[in-house]
């Protein structure tokens, strides 16, 4: 195809960028891409191309190979990096400032950090330790520059350090972090909940998604009166002791029949009594959830689920699962906890309430809310949440409402409604392009892996499954070693992501096409390194 910035002529293409003129030859050896800097007429770099036909090349490719090659320029001439590349080759790649700082914390920080999923466990031999973030990418303390698909566990839904989040935290803090009174921001961001979640007739603030489940568990059951709350297999709702169970992969073996689960508490420590009164059922299963509510009349207070499960990578609901589990609940006097921590914000503005048209009674948010911030809300219907006043059940946190929080709530939910929520449009596109490519490279390839997605959120699974629908399926079928290897693997490419199976990866208002575009390059490239 001819075009004004393109000539095509035998087996040489021929395209005009900017700054540079890029040749792309294909002859019997294989695909060469040659650049040539127009102002200063330099000798021909050499660049390897990816395999797509050089004859095809557009102008697109273009300035992505030029980005790379400037990246090596520069490196070579002891410049800076620039954003919009990635490490060419894995050969430079060295994580030695990581590893001395991760020797330096022991005795200090246990594994290294201050949360177990961030440790070795997670990474292996030891983190990565993260010094900056900007955009889609995040750079380490040796200097490697990454695309960040894991964006703080979902909590930051318009990448790094926008430039509007990071204008309302420092005016914030500039002007005070706490008044230990009511304030006007806190609001002002309670009445934005109440414009995009349908069911917020009133709101409290929290810190975490933990803090705000803990309230909602609490008020479940004192406005019900009733003891018993249940649960989920392979949901998590944060690390408190009456949920923290039965949502730890674990082997087959241990999980006992579908009919009657085995409820296996998550670590040592738990107040045992408090687990007496938790019921653990299978997800997506409305029969197993019918027969537990029969089994115990008049005792269950709430029914909690995540609208997605999003903490064994990520497994939508059946079609109707949700919808059923609101009916049974609500025609057995028992409140339905939607936690839409991870969700929240992310697949629609008013989350999987408004996108699989729910009615819950409470609802959860957290991680996405803030931007970074530990920022949380409980919403729910008036006639519940007003059990909180005057302390009746007691909600109480020096920290809930941050005045700093709020403002990047604020600034948050302003960028992410934007020109009628353009932002939600941007990553569902994203994520699916990425996905789509993600899926034809593991086809292409024969390795056994699938995506699953829904909306900004994904997983990659190896597995030999077409799909993965619940706890059992994933703890059978997934094989999380294989994951943690290939996600190690493209770290030496510039693709960040959680090396932990169960958990699962983010697309942002930051993110672009081009991070698509070297994140399937980088896919492929670690492919051939681990299969
Ligand atoms: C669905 C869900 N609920 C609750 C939580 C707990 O949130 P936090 O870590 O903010 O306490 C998490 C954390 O990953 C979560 O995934």
New binding site residues.
Partial sequence: MQSKNARTAGNCRTIFGNSYLAVAVEGRAGRALLLYHSKSKVAPAFCRLSREPALSLSKGRLALAVAARRRHDSRRDGGATRSGSRPEEPVSYSTEKSKQAYEQTQGVLIEGSS?SSRGPATFGEYPIFMERGRGSRIFDVDGNEYIDWMMA???LPLGHAHPEVVEAITGAAATGAHFASATPIELEVAEMLQSLIRNAERVRFA???????MAAIRLARGVTGRPKILKFEG?????HDDLLVSSNVLPPSALGLRSDPVKIPDSSGLNRSALDDTIVVPWNDLKALQRAVENHPGQIATIVS?GIM??MGVIPPAKGYLRGLEDLAHANGILFIL?????GFRIAPGGCQEYYRLSPDLV?F??ALGCGL?V?ALVGRAQVMDALQWGGVLHYGTHNGSRIGMYAARANLRVLTRDDNAAFRHTWRIAERLCDGLSSLFRSQGVPAIVQRVGPMFQIMFTDQPAIRDYREFCQFVDRAAFQKFVLSLFPFGVYASPAAA?HSIVTLAHTDADVDLTLEAAEKALEKTT
């Fill in positions: 949360s566990f979902g909590a810190n975490t998604g933990t803090e705000a489940m949901h998590y709702h944060g690390w995540e999003a903490n936690d839409e921590t991870v969700t959860t957290g991680k530990p949380a958990l």
